[in-house]
């Protein structure tokens, strides 16, 4: 069974195109994330949702807004795609505890979406 | 400017070496992560270390967590080619949410 699912797997678009990639969790996990990798596989943090609120907002363009209709589910929008947006974006989850907890939960990623824009 | 840096980048062995990958930051860490990622797939968790000192040990893999939780290793005993894939240390700081920050990673090939 598929723990972390996104869709697309791969997606090819134009410049100034808008996408959306979609991501759904089936582990129960109150926590969602969106990673970008870029071509020399640095992973960055982008976005945290927990239980549908923003949590973590690391500086992304504002071209990105993530969307969380419910815990098992956090969507990334994309406008105005542009050449530097080309990157894998994976999605993850985790099972959050708050502030103070020294261990942190393990985050389950998602295979990835690989977007490239021409 | 990356706050955790791994080395090396790149590492080709033959079946049977050992080796080491190192991951170092100038920042105190309340917990590191390794994570190993297959291409076309997610990182997947190998192991967290928490305490200073710490070490841990998954098979023919030994993790260390430095005294001062600056820095780590990741130590493989008698590679095998399973073991080929992109390695990935992540730290976490201290309060807040679980947003860990990655290092650009180091790419094993453990050739037959």
């Known amino acids: 069974d598929t723990a972390v699912s996104q869709t697309p797997k791969y997606l090819v678009t134009q410049m100034g195109n808008d996408k959306s990639i979609k991501c759904e969790q089936n582990l129960g996990h109150d926590t969602m994330y969106w990673y970008k990798q870029d071509s020399k596989k640095f992973l960055k943090i982008m976005f945290s949702y927990n239980n549908k609120e923003l949590i973590i907002n690391e500086t992304v363009p504002n071209r990105f807004s993530p969307k969380s209709p419910d815990k098992a589910h956090l969507n990334l929008h994309i406008n105005s795609l542009e050449l530097g947006d080309s990157a894998v974006y994976f999605c993850a989850s985790s099972q959050e505890k708050l502030a103070g907890g020294r261990l942190p939960d393990t985050q389950y990623f998602g295979p990835g979406t690989r977007l490239t824009v021409l | 400017t990356q706050l955790l840096e791994q080395s090396p980048q790149f590492l080709s062995i033959q079946e049977g070496e050992n080796l080491t990958v190192y991951c170092n930051s100038s920042s105190v860490f309340s917990s590191l992560q390794w994570y190993r990622q297959e291409p076309g797939e997610g990182p997947v968790l190998l192991v967290t270390v928490v305490t200073g000192g710490e070490v841990k040990k998954l098979k023919r893999l030994t993790f260390q967590f430095g005294d001062a939780r600056k820095d780590s290793s990741l130590h493989i005993t008698a590679a095998q080619p399973g073991d080929t894939g992109l390695y990935l240390c992540?730290?976490?700081?201290?309060?807040?949410?679980?947003?860990?920050?990655f290092g650009a990673g180091t790419r094993l090939a453990v050739h037959p």
């Open positions: 992540a730290g976490r700081f201290s309060g807040g949410y679980n947003k860990l920050i």
